[in-house]
């Protein structure tokens, strides 16, 4: 495959700065939440927006449906809500050759696909979503339907905490591309959204890239370089997550999956355009490893008791693991210091 050019990447960049800019007019004061977000979308990912009601996530989600112009469908995820009721179900018909089930698709045939409350459903609901996440397609009574193209899941979720939630499998959550947190605003913020909004009222949002534009972004992500030296990198970061390998990742049950490695190099490569650059670096790995690794980390009962999270064990981990292979771990460096 030929590698993506500095000219190519600098015509592509003013569709992506004009969705930056429009999602900023939605939610006020999340502008590395947005980029995350659009990361996400140049490397075909699914992104998990996690945070307490009231935060912004589903005007976010709704926001980049408006802009991107593309077949949306929301899903409120509920106690009661069947895995039928997501992929669809086969319904009794009148036929030429008389009368025959025949498959109405549920609302997950669409682009884009919002995930609304994803935790309030039931494990066996939300697994539902499974094939349709990783293969794109769903099967039902044997047989198989392929979604549309592109292919989307923006899920939402209230911390597990609350009342009404369950825990997402762990299959399912390594379908994610990103985890991302969704914070409160502070007062300067908060100031700006009560003078620009009106309670009930949804921003206006042009469509500002077409699905050619989106087409042919995903195509030159795939171009862009990745050099062995940033595989190599990943390679070994993804391995220090796991328990034995690596001091940081003493207290971790199970580390992250092959299909972390393969979603990070994805990401960074999403991230070098978004920065205009060519080629992926190490800076990108570094930056997108908390999102992509952290929500693929499962902790032991032994971190219960230190107090850690899956955020310090993978920050632990960027500061042990050395860019290049066989140099001396910066952890180290600041010991001999």
């Known amino acids: ?54 935060l912004g996530k589903t005007e976010l989600v709704k926001g980049l449906a408006k802009a991107l112009h593309l077949d949306t469908k929301r899903i409120q995820f509920t106690p009661d809500l069947l895995p039928g009721d997501i992929t669809g179900n086969p319904v009794l018909q009148e036929t030429p050759q ?34 349709a996440m990783q293969e794109r397609r769903v099967t039902v009574l044997g ?43 502070d007062a300067s913020v908060l100031e700006k959204i009560v003078l620009g909004r009106e309670l009930g009222v949804e921003p206006v949002v042009e469509p500002v890239m077409t699905r050619a534009q989106l087409e042919s972004l995903h195509a030159l992500v795939r171009r862009v370089y990745l050099p062995d030296v940033v595989a190599n990198y990943i390679a070994r970061l993804v391995n220090a997550t796991h328990a034995g390998q690596s001091e940081a990742a003493r207290a ?32 990108d790995t570094q930056a ?27 920050q632990s981990i960027l500061q042990e693991v050395p860019v290049k292979d066989g140099a001396v771990p910066r952890t180290l460096q600041t010991a001999q210091a």
Not at 24 to 52: N, Y
Not at 105 to 114: D, H, Y
Not at 288 to 314: C, F, K, M, N, P
């Open 143 to 185: 047989q198989t339907h392929q979604l549309p193209d592109p292919f989307f899941v923006l899920a939402t979720q209230n911390p597990i905490e609350l009342e009404g939630t369950y825990p997402l499998p762990e299959a399912q959550v390594d379908r994610f591309l990103f985890k991302l947190e969704v914070l409160r605003n």
């Open 98 to 131: 008389g009368r025959a089930f025949v498959f109405q698709p549920g609302p997950i045939f669409a682009n884009l696909v919002l995930a609304d409350e994803i935790n309030r459903a039931s494990p066996k609901t939300q697994s539902a979503l499974l094939e």
């Open 288 to 314: 997108l490893a908390q999102a992509v690794l952290g929500h693929r980390v499962v902790l032991d009962y032994s971190a219960r008791i230190e107090g850690l999270t899956t955020r310090d064990v993978i």
């Open 1 to 54: 495959m030929d590698h993506a050019t500095d000219s190519e990447i600098s015509a592509a960049l003013p569709s992506v700065e004009a969705l930056q800019s429009t999602l900023r007019q939605v939610l006020f004061g999340k502008e590395e939440l947005i980029d995350l977000t659009i990361c996400g979308l140049l490397a075909r990912g699914h992104i998990l927006l996690e945070g307490l009601p009231g």
């Open 252 to 283: 971790v049950k199970f580390g992250a999956s092959p299909r972390a490695a393969l979603s990070l190099a994805s990401a960074v490569k999403a991230r070098a355009l978004m920065r205009g650059r060519s080629h992926a670096s190490f800076e």
